[in-house]
């Protein structure tokens, strides 16, 4: 199995540009999940779906941050217009749900916005 | 609501020594509980687990025993190595209502290992 596949691995742009974010989930696996991480905020969990239904948005910081999952097997977060804030280590995550169910990680989009 | 409260970082030790990283929580319940750990430069990954009260997870070496009477997981290590240096959360998963199938973490842990 490949994993949890993101892309781009690195992201560098200037404030006020789009950003898109991209993740491939593991196959099979029911529950979507977006991160951020900064030394500052730690990990917070920004959105997450089941079967491509968004469930709690609530971490999503504003207006400029929206996700969608047009199907099983994708999922993108946007960013628009970004702000040097934003900058940080994006993680998306699947699981298959349960409670005692792995969530598995992706390895993580590095943005920098200058 | 669920939370975990880990105990601040960094954590610094030399070479075979002894790690403990203690971990506690507030739930609803018995919910599973879990051990992640960050490598620099990666994403989270599974390290351990433990589905109910009483039970041990263990991997790498690596071990923690589910304790209801004192709401606590600690992680524990007889002896690390310098490759065990990363970030360690502990989680639990959400059990109700709209929260269902997310995971609360802990801040997490840094855990550097000198030779």
């Known amino acids: 199995d490949a994993g949890v596949i993101q892309s781009p691995r690195h992201e560098v742009t200037e404030m006020g540009q789009e950003v898109t974010l991209r993740c491939k989930p593991i196959?099979?696996?029911?529950?979507l999940f977006w991160y951020r991480q900064t030394m500052m905020r730690g990990l917070e969990l920004l959105i997450y779906?089941?079967?491509?239904?968004?469930?709690?948005d609530s971490g999503m910081p504003e207006d400029r941050f929206s996700a969608k999952m047009p199907n099983a097997s994708f999922s993108t977060l946007k960013i628009q217009p970004s702000e040097p804030r934003d900058s940080a280590v994006y993680f998306c995550?699947?699981?298959?749900?349960?409670?005692?169910?792995?969530?598995?990680f992706g390895p993580g989009t590095r943005l920098t916005v200058t | 609501g669920d939370s975990v409260t880990q105990m601040e970082g960094p954590v610094t030790l030399s070479e075979e020594a002894f790690l403990t990283i203690n971990c506690t929580y507030t739930?609803?319940?018995?919910?599973?509980l879990f051990w992640y750990v960050q490598y620099p430069g990666e994403g989270l990954q599974l390290l351990l687990k433990?589905?109910?009260?009483?039970d041990k997870g263990s991997n790498k070496g690596f071990e923690a025993t589910y304790r209801k009477e004192t709401t606590s997981f600690h992680l524990e290590k007889g002896s690390v190595q310098v490759s065990d240096s990363a970030v360690y959360f502990c989680?639990?998963?959400?059990?109700?209502?709209?929260?269902?199938?997310?995971?609360?973490f802990g801040q997490g842990t840094i855990l550097t290992v000198h030779p």
């Open positions: 433990a589905t109910k009260a009483d």
């Open positions: 196959s099979g696996h029911d529950y």
């Open positions: 989680a639990l998963p959400n059990a109700g209502g709209t929260s269902y199938g997310k995971l609360t």
């Open positions: 779906f089941n079967n491509n239904v968004p469930i709690d």
């Open positions: 739930a609803t319940g018995y919910p599973s």
């Open positions: 995550a699947s699981s298959r749900g349960g409670l005692a169910s792995e969530q598995y």
